[in-house]
């Protein structure tokens, strides 16, 4: 079936030159990179995580977002999913790649990867991370090439298929779970030292991937004339508004225990985040733009007469996308760093070097999600003839 990614219009093959640049770029900055070292990076002692550990930690987010068609649809035989449910997969298989990509990027040398699957330690939950990672990606390109197999062919997907559909349900909680216990249990970092922050990851990734999938789905009405139907786009939209909400619900409750307990430690790093801590305020903007876009993105999407009109629900999703990004692909990171156990404030700045790197990783992502979206949509108009 990958044969179908061949072939499309030159609007296809522009799209898919433009991403291969982006990649050579960043494949040049890596290289750079191997060659001197992470010191070519804004990471340091005190700020041992940037963008790299940052971006993995949004992007395990809007790779848990597939069980939120996923579940619907097959444990509750939600058929308005019936052609949406294999993009949300999909999107899955390019999200977990570029987690397992921003990690290589972090780790500076690639081999070093390979020491934790030689040389296991379960004790550490990076291995547990890598590990519940690396079956949720199997799982979700098994499970969606075989059903995308069987549809191809104009049959049922096999009945032994079903057990690892049900399977990846309870593995999408776990791999941003075991992503919140990564920070959680480290202590002296006040920001992240929080029982809710997996819960609170689970929140921001329900509201995400699917705001993401929503935007997709209207991209894609448009340049391949796939429908993934109303009906399912509000449906998401709803999941997206509750999602959003408890996410809200539960950053709020962050600040209450913080400010009402009067801890200092709890409150530098929120301190740091939206006023400013010691004359150190670089993220201060980054966490006013995500909070202000966050809380505008529900007004939006509150009201179900405003939600149906999807010129509005496309804007509200955006935003919404931006804000989250910005708060677990910005501000939790680096704000969790300030201030150190030792009372100091070093601020993070992002290389050269880096942006081109992520920008690459992005870009394969893209690459990666566009072979499989034009494979399954492929299949799914054959299939409809």
């Known amino acids: 079936m990958i044969e179908k990614a061949l072939t499309g219009s030159r609007k296809y093959w522009t799209w898919v030159a433009v991403l291969l640049v982006l990649i050579a770029a960043g494949l040049y900055a890596y290289g750079q990179q191997l060659a001197q070292g992470l010191t070519v990076t804004g990471m340091s002692r005190d700020v041992s995580w940037g963008v790299y550990i940052a971006q993995l930690t949004f992007l395990v987010g809007v790779a848990a977002s597939a069980v939120m068609l996923v579940l619907p649809y097959y444990l509750h035989d939600y058929k308005k999913f019936g052609k949406i449910v294999i993009l949300g997969e999909f999107l899955a298989v390019a999200a977990v790649s570029m987690c397992m990509m921003f990690v290589i990027a972090d780790m500076g040398k690639p081999m070093r990867v390979f020491n934790m699957f030689f040389y296991p330690t379960p004790n550490s939950i990076l291995f547990w991370d890598a590990t519940v990672l690396t079956v949720y990606l199997g799982l979700n390109i098994f499970c969606g090439w075989v059903v995308l197999q069987a549809e191809a062919k104009h049959v049922a997907p096999p009945k032994w ?178 201030p150190t156990p030792l009372e100091h404030v070093t601020e993070y700045s992002v290389g050269s070097f880096e942006v081109m790197i992520t920008i690459g990783i992005y870009a394969i992502g893209a690459l990666i999600l566009t072979v499989l979206y034009k494979t399954a949509i492929a299949v799914k108009q054959d299939a409809a003839k």
């Open 161 to 338: 298929i079903k057990p690892f559909i049900y399977l990846s349900i309870p593995w999408a909680v776990s791999i941003h779970t075991v992503t919140a216990f990564l920070y959680a249990g480290l202590p002296g970092r006040h920001l992240w030292l929080t029982a809710i922050l997996a819960p609170r990851f689970l929140a921001s990734a329900f509201a995400a991937g699917p705001a993401l999938l929503i935007l997709l789905a209207l991209l894609l009405r448009k340049v391949s004339n796939f429908d993934a139907g109303k009906e399912a786009i509000q449906k998401l939209a709803t999941i997206v508004t509750y999602a959003a909400l408890v996410n809200l619900f539960f950053y709020s409750l962050e600040f209450f225990t913080s400010f009402y307990s009067n801890i200092p430690g709890h409150m530098h790093s929120l301190q740091y985040l939206f006023v400013g801590l010691h004359g150190y305020n670089a993220l201060v903007p980054w966490s006013w733009v995500s909070l202000i876009l966050g809380v505008g993105a529900i007004l939006l999407l509150l009201f179900p007469s405003i939600r149906k009109q999807e010129n509005i629900l496309a804007i509200a999703c955006i935003a919404l996308f931006v804000s989250l990004w910005i708060d677990k692909g910005i501000c939790l990171i680096l704000g969790g760093f300030v």
